[in-house]
């Protein structure tokens, strides 16, 4: 069955960057977008960026500037860099895509990884 997993999460100090990773398996024929959401503690979760099987890009006013979406589709993989991070980036970041799998598109998300940014 379809599995997004996502990796490179991690702890950072303010100012610093990472890299998260998210890659798609399993029975999959094509991918459209892409995306990249966040839930911090006791808030909802929200869209971080988002990425066309086109590569057209859009990013949360909080981010802009500062995070950079990417994907690779031959390897069905989706990227967000991450610079100049801020405490208030701290939430576990989960990966979504839209894709289709046994016959029909459907949303899949990933299982999250956590980013903890310290002041």
């Known amino acids: 069955q379809v599995q997004l997993v996502e990796s490179g999460g991690g702890l950072v100090q303010a100012g610093g960057s990472l890299r998260l990773s998210c890659a798609a398996s399993?029975?999959?024929?094509?991918?459209?977008?892409m995306a990249w959401y966040r839930q911090a503690r006791g808030k909802q979760r929200e869209l971080v960026a988002g990425?066309?099987?086109?590569?057209?890009?859009n990013y949360a006013d909080s981010v802009k500037g500062r995070f950079t979406i990417s994907r690779n589709n031959a390897k069905n993989t989706v990227y967000l860099q991450m610079s100049s991070l801020k405490p208030e980036d701290t939430a576990v970041y989960y990966c979504n895509a839209d894709l289709m799998a046994g016959g029909r598109f459907r949303d899949y998300w990933g299982q999250g990884t956590r980013v903890t940014v310290s002041s």
């Open positions: 399993g029975g999959i024929f094509s991918i459209n977008a």
């Open positions: 990425i066309t099987s086109g590569g057209s890009t």
